[in-house]
């Protein structure tokens, strides 16, 4: 197609991509492909294809594209009071109302939020408020965090070494050495396959517990998990888990900060993971679902126990030194007004729970009694197909044969967005919560034909 611009010369010329393979890019074996309008769960390139995208942009974009509620919110704002900014008492109308509706919708044993603009910064900041915390509490110590393989926390040097996925150490000089990684909560990839999933959280207590143990829990600040395993593989707790966790770290005076960046504002079926799961965290880190990606925030959830801690360091010490001139940017802020309001008015948290459950449904019909489909999981709209050589004895492909990356591939060329998940022949699914009963059953249509093109 004969285009009188050069946008996509000045791409490969000019964009550093995120996670992408640089010199592939460059050297053109990439596509290129230049997003330029959605409604719905649907969105449209330059070239004029359309796409379901079934994992919402980077399960993000949680109300769906087009929202004119939220647009005009952005606009307005922009056209009162583009910015200013939230140091020494400043507020906005739509960061102080923010973040009255963000704690009407916490658990009632937390106090307030701080506001950045991406769950890697968020994340940044709980890490230094828990370290602050110790430190005003006489424990200095009592510094190193301890986080999953298979989580993900941010891109940031403290956030990717939380993270626990190679892609984000290698030849990057991480993980720092605060932080530690114990097992993940993912009963499809135990090692023993006789353990049953009461089993398998006992095995995971006792790693955590000999963690502890090994390190000294006067050493050990905090716990930072995802509800549900986002990245590391769509993976929702085996049951018992979460409960069992908390009283490790309630017995070890660990503090918990729940990453519900991914889970937050209604993936699951409920307004928060925490909820979901029957968690108590001191921190909740929330992002995506807050503004549904229509403009960049994030923010800190704090617990009361904390706050009071806080409140005490800046009586002994003077102002906290912690801030980001974009904290509780008012364009950022109205767009999550406007998000909220939606979220309540379209009933789209009990849709997501119900819809997502219709979904899993329709994936285990089409796909459950395939011979290389090993595991269909998911709760909510967090849904995942992993893909095995061999389903009976769970023998997993080569990484060299990129399973997991060819299915996708097939899926696009069908019309459907999902994810190729790392370190596994994994395909994620979390699309947009006003997904409809029809548009599920063409992801999983769709999907059978990729996967039987692929595999057979």
Not at 166 to 181: A, I
Not at 189 to 204: G, I, K, P, Y
Not at 278 to 287: C, N, R, V
Request: charged share 20%; hydrophobic share 40%.
């Amino acid at each position: 197609m004969l285009r009188n611009d050069k946008l996509d010369h000045w791409d490969r010329e000019n964009f550093f991509h995120p996670s992408t393979h640089l010199a592939e890019f460059a050297r053109g074996n990439i596509p290129q492909r230049i997003i330029t309008g959605g409604k719905g769960c649907h969105i449209e390139d330059r070239d004029g294809n359309r796409f379901l995208d079934a994992f919402a942009g980077l399960y993000c974009v949680n109300v769906g594209y087009g929202r004119a509620e939220i647009a005009e919110a952005i606009a307005e704002q922009a056209h009162t009071l583009a910015y200013y900014h939230a140091y020494v008492g400043h507020g906005t109308e739509a960061s102080i109302t923010l973040s009255k509706m963000i704690m009407d919708r916490a658990p009632d044993h937390m106090s307030k939020v701080y506001f950045g603009t991406s769950g890697s910064d968020a994340n940044e900041t709980n890490i230094k408020l828990v370290w602050y915390y110790n430190n005003i509490l006489g424990r200095p110590a009592k510094k190193k965090i301890i986080s999953r393989w298979r989580g993900y926390h941010g891109s940031g040097l403290m956030t990717g070494s939380l993270t626990g996925l190679d892609l984000f150490h290698k030849k990057f000089d991480l993980p720092l050495s605060q932080v530690l990684h114990t097992e993940a909560p993912y009963y499809f990839r135990r090692a023993d396959l006789s353990m049953t999933e009461a089993d398998f959280v006992s095995h995971c207590i006792a790693e955590l517990e000999a963690m502890i143990a090994r390190e000294g829990a006067d050493t050990i600040a905090a716990f930072i998990g995802e509800p549900a395993l986002g990245t590391g593989g769509l993976v929702p707790p085996p049951s018992g888990y979460w409960p069992a966790v908390q009283t490790v770290l309630d017995k070890h005076d660990i503090l918990l900060i729940a990453d519900e960046v991914v889970t937050g504002f209604g993936r699951l079926g409920t307004m928060f993971g925490s909820e979901h799961y029957g968690i108590k965290p001191d921190l909740i880190t929330i992002a995506k679902g807050l503004t549904s990606a229509y403009a960049p925030l994030s923010g800190s959830i704090v617990s009361e126990k904390m706050w009071k801690v806080l409140e005490q360091g800046t009586d002994e010490n003077g102002p906290i030194g912690h801030g980001w001139t974009y904290s509780a940017h008012p364009i950022g802020a109205a767009a999550g007004v406007a998000n909220l309001k939606l979220i309540d008015e379209l009933n789209l948290v009990q849709n997501a729970g119900e819809i997502g459950a219709y979904f899993k449904a329709a994936l285990s019909d089409a796909l459950g009694d395939h011979a290389h489909v090993g595991d269909i999981r998911g709760e909510g709209l967090m849904c995942a197909v992993e893909f095995v050589e061999d389903r009976d004895s769970r023998t997993f492909f080569d990484a060299g044969q990129t399973i997991g990356a060819k299915v996708n591939n097939a899926l696009l060329a069908r019309g459907i967005i999902s994810r190729a998940m790392p370190q596994g022949d994994i395909l994620g699914f979390a699309p947009p919560f006003c997904l409809t009963h029809a548009e599920a059953d063409e992801i999983a249509g769709k999907l059978t034909a990729a996967v039987a093109e692929v595999l057979g």
